[in-house]
């Protein structure tokens, strides 16, 4: 089985501050993990993923993320944060045991950058 | 390369009625995922076609079907709508199915709205 947590519903951060998306994950094998962005009335794009290797990953608009497999953790960091970052972010993570690789999907943390 | 398209982009039906919402994936792309989100459950895995079959399906009741075409196209119907249907339906394309490293490619959505 396998699941994953976003604890924050909101993270506020002033433009120009480093932020920090937290997530954290549970599953039975290997960790597949993925951030994706949702702005308003869009669908999701995809950020960055982890699948193996390096355990800080870079993607898109400067984000990148850590995995930190002792903590079961997989957070989303940007160094220097702009108004046009806030959105809706979602962590999901993929177990490979099983073999449906159905993805699960956190429940979302809007982050709002104040100008 | 054009994106996920999805149509329409906005539904408003009646309790009772049925729907067929489309997906055209990026081209290339043979693994089609629908997934339901609201605010109070999320993203919720709907199916997923690869290959115009069916290989994983979530926990919906069977109201909710699905078909995928030979050039990748798929549709979602959904029967005897209920108010609880009422949502925004994402349809995401991956190169490939049967691969749990691989991101998906998320099109805008259909907003669904059963009154």
């Known amino acids: 089985a396998q699941s994953v947590a976003q604890p924050e519903d909101q993270v506020n951060v002033a433009e120009g501050n480093p932020l920090t998306v937290k997530c954290t994950y549970s599953v039975s094998g290997n960790p597949y993990l993925f951030w994706y962005v949702q702005y308003p009335n869009r669908g999701l794009q995809f950020l960055l993923k982890y699948i193996t290797g390096d355990n800080l990953v870079k993607g898109s608009y400067g984000f990148e993320a850590e995995f930190n497999k002792s903590q079961t953790s997989f957070h989303l960091k940007k160094p220097s944060a702009l108004v046009s970052d806030s959105a809706l972010y979602f962590c999901a993570v993929r177990d490979d045991s099983g073999g449906s690789y159905i993805p699960t999907f956190g429940r979302g943390t809007s982050l709002i950058v104040h100008p | 390369k054009a994106g996920v398209t999805q149509t329409p982009r906005y539904l408003i039906k009646t309790r009772g009625q049925q729907v067929t919402l489309s997906c055209s994936p990026i081209?290339?792309?043979?693994?089609v995922s629908w997934y339901q989100q609201t605010p109070g459950q999320g993203l919720q895995f709907l199916f997923e076609?690869?290959?115009?079959?069916?290989?994983n399906k979530g926990n919906f009741p069977g109201r909710f079907s699905g078909r995928q075409f030979s050039n990748s196209r798929s549709e979602m119907n959904v029967s005897t709508l209920e108010l609880g249907d009422s949502a925004l339906y994402l349809c995401?394309?991956?190169?490939?199915?049967?691969?749990?490293?691989?991101?998906?490619?998320f099109g805008q959505g259909t907003r669904l709205t059963v009154v």
């Open positions: 081209s290339g792309h043979r693994s």
């Open positions: 995401a394309s991956s190169l490939r199915g049967g691969s749990p490293n691989t991101e998906a490619f």
């Open positions: 076609y690869f290959s115009e079959t069916q290989r």
